[in-house]
């Protein structure tokens, strides 16, 4: 059974630091590019960041020097350490798995219909 879950989701102050996780089961996490997404509220969904398979990484504008994406292959799970909290960041955060070798990573965190999987989210927010 293909799954993907995220955790980590916390009120937290401005300022502040939270790590979300998102471990997965299911497929071979190590061939897939895997992104982190979040959904403001009252807002669309827009992509954060991204970790291909050979751990290459981009960052949206808005997250960049604050926000840092990892992955450990071998727990098959991903990560996404983030700082300098901002009311702003407030949102559910999910997590996506895709197998596309052919976008980049900014392309693809423009591309919602190219992802294989997606987890059900988990909550930041971020107080003044």
């Known amino acids: 059974q293909v799954q993907v879950v995220e955790s980590g989701g916390d009120l937290v102050q401005a300022g502040g630091s939270l790590r979300l996780s998102c471990t997965t089961s299911g497929f071979n996490f190590a061939d897939y590019t895997m992104c982190w997404f979040r959904r403001p509220p009252g807002a669309k969904r827009e992509g954060v960041s991204c970790i291909n398979r050979g751990k290459s990484t981009y960052y949206a504008d808005s997250v960049k020097g604050r926000f840092t994406i990892s992955r450990d292959n071998d727990k098959k799970t991903l990560y996404l350490e983030m700082n300098s909290l901002k009311p702003e960041d407030t949102a559910k955060y999910f997590c996506?798995?895709?197998?596309?070798?052919?976008?980049?990573?900014?392309?693809?965190?423009?591309?919602?219909?190219?992802?294989?999987?997606w987890g059900q989210g988990t909550q930041v927010t971020v107080s003044s």
């Open positions: 996506a798995a895709s197998s596309n070798r052919y976008y980049g990573l900014a392309s693809l965190l423009l591309s919602e219909n190219e992802y294989n999987v």
